[in-house]
């Protein structure tokens, strides 16, 4: 089974700074990463699909990118309400299996 | 708009059974693939299981924590989605969510929670 490794596990930024959280897979996987966005008693919500889409009413601050085993996301101009818990995705092309990340917490300092 | 509200949470002892639903809403839930996924307290997010819809074959593909335990089914003409789980252990103690499912989960319910205890 593909593994998905993300990092850092948490990571403390001010406001306007630029933050990347990367996910890498333990073997290639194309482009089929999604990221989602989980702020604390609340179900996640998706940012960004098949690597780099932007999930309609995402502010464009989020942006994702990579292929084959690396990928990240990037917040450009960090939000205080960007503060949550970011989580990587992958899912097979046979629509099989489904795996996610650990997670990266992002806090403002 | 979609809307997915999860029911059934509950205490249930080491051992046991306890079904959770998924009432569907807003979409052409008999079209929709539908998956679990589950966050024990504190941690990350956890795919347990997905079934596709009977145009898409009804395939059932769960993780490999759950296999052989539980079992995920649907009731188009109710638009509910269900998760049976059996043989409950300490370690399935989570808040499950239902979400549509296109390999990206584009909708979430609320969670409903789960907790194995004696």
């Known amino acids: 089974d593909i593994q998905m490794t993300q990092s850092p596990s948490s990571l403390s930024a001010s406001v306007g700074e630029r933050v990347t959280i990367t996910c890498q897979a333990s073997?290639?996987?194309?482009?089929?990463v999604n990221w989602y966005q989980q702020k604390p008693g609340k179900a996640p919500q998706l940012l960004i699909y098949?690597?780099?889409n932007l999930e309609i009413g995402v502010p464009s601050r989020f942006s994702g990118s990579g292929y084959g085993t690396d990928f990240s996301l990037t917040i450009s101009g960090l939000q205080p309400e960007d503060s949550a818990t970011y989580y990587c995705?992958?899912?097979?092309?046979?629509?099989?299996?489904?795996?996610f990340g650990g997670g990266t917490k992002v806090e403002i300092k | 708009e979609v809307q997915l509200v999860e029911s059934g949470g509950g205490l249930a002892k080491p051992g046991g059974s306890l079904r959770v639903s998924c009432t569907a809403s807003g979409f052409t839930f008999s079209s929709a693939w539908m998956s679990w996924v589950r966050q024990a307290p504190g941690k990350g997010l956890e795919w347990v299981g997905r079934?596709?819809?009977?145009?898409?074959?009804?395939?059932?593909d769960y993780a490999a924590p759950v296999k052989g335990r539980f079992t995920i089914s649907r009731d188009d003409s109710k638009n509910i989605l269900y998760l049976q789980m059996d043989s409950l252990k300490s370690e399935d103690t989570a808040v499950y969510y239902c979400a549509t499912d296109r390999g990206t989960l584009d909708s979430w319910g609320q969670g409903t929670l789960v907790t194995v205890s004696s």
């Open positions: 995705q992958h899912y097979d092309n046979l629509y099989t299996l489904l795996t």
């Open positions: 098949d690597t780099s």
């Open positions: 079934i596709k819809s009977k145009a898409g074959g009804g395939a059932i």
């Open positions: 073997q290639d996987i194309s482009n089929y």
